[in-house]
């Protein structure tokens, strides 16, 4: 079946570096990625929509210029925390779409900024 | 309102309990629904989806759906400690050209030996 390979699983950062979080197909073509941010006993919330090759589409409320995406191949987005701070930990997760109801799950990265 | 309601639960069971989980949705605009299940900081993991209304059967796991009460369920029979997780419904609208997924919020379940 389809597989998301999310990296890194764990990562920790001072405050104020950037840190890159990378998701990659490994056996189809994702043209569109999807970018989730959730909480401790929290619903997954939607940051952002990626489409390859074109510009990402962001949520209300989500800072483009903080939360950078990337998706420059069929089989590779990146989403990049710029300048992170202490409020910016969560785990993060993409997914693709394998269908009209499958969305495969990377297996998430936890941020923690320190 | 949200669009998609569910009780985060926890919801703690027998071995052996049928579990029951729901969500209600309010936008009728969403299409396909799904359930996924999610263990502790890893990514959900697709267990079922649904088209129409009525159920859908799949092993211990049986996913109902009813489009005019804006309702749909999962089921669990003989639940086992191993489906201890969360469980998060999530349905479909399309925009434009792409599906766009709505999550619950997840229930957690707790099935206890």
């Known amino acids: 079946g389809a597989v998301v390979s999310q990296h890194p699983s764990w990562v920790i950062c001072k405050s104020g570096t950037s840190v890159k979080i990378e998701c990659r197909s490994l056996d189809f073509q994702a043209t569109t990625m999807f970018w989730y941010r959730q909480f401790p006993k929290q619903s997954l919330m939607l940051m952002a929509t990626?489409?390859?090759?074109?510009?990402?589409?962001?949520e209300q409320g989500v800072e483009k210029d903080k939360f950078l995406i990337n998706h420059a191949s069929l089989t590779l987005s990146t989403l990049t925390v710029t300048s992170a701070h202490p409020e910016d930990s969560s785990f993060y997760i993409c997914?693709?779409?394998?269908?009209?109801?499958?969305?495969?799950f990377g297996s998430g990265t936890r941020l923690t900024v320190v | 309102q949200k669009e998609v309601e569910q009780d985060p639960g926890p919801l703690s069971v027998p071995e052996g309990a049928i579990v029951s989980l729901n969500c209600t949705y309010s936008n009728s605009a969403f299409q396909y629904f799904m359930w996924y299940r999610q263990y502790s900081r890893k990514g959900p993991e697709l267990l079922m989806y649904t088209y129409s209304s009525g159920n859908k059967e799949d092993g211990r796991f049986t996913a109902q759906v009813d489009k005019s009460s804006k309702y749909i369920s999962l089921f669990i029979r003989d639940s086992q400690p191993s489906d201890s997780a969360t469980y998060l419904c999530?349905?479909?609208?399309?925009?434009?050209?792409?599906?766009?997924?709505?999550f619950g919020r997840g229930t957690s379940l707790i099935v206890h030996p």
């Open positions: 997914s693709a779409r394998t269908g009209y109801y499958g969305y495969t």
């Open positions: 990626s489409n390859e090759g074109s510009k990402a589409t962001y």
């Open positions: 999530a349905m479909t609208r399309r925009e434009g050209g792409s599906y766009i997924p709505t």
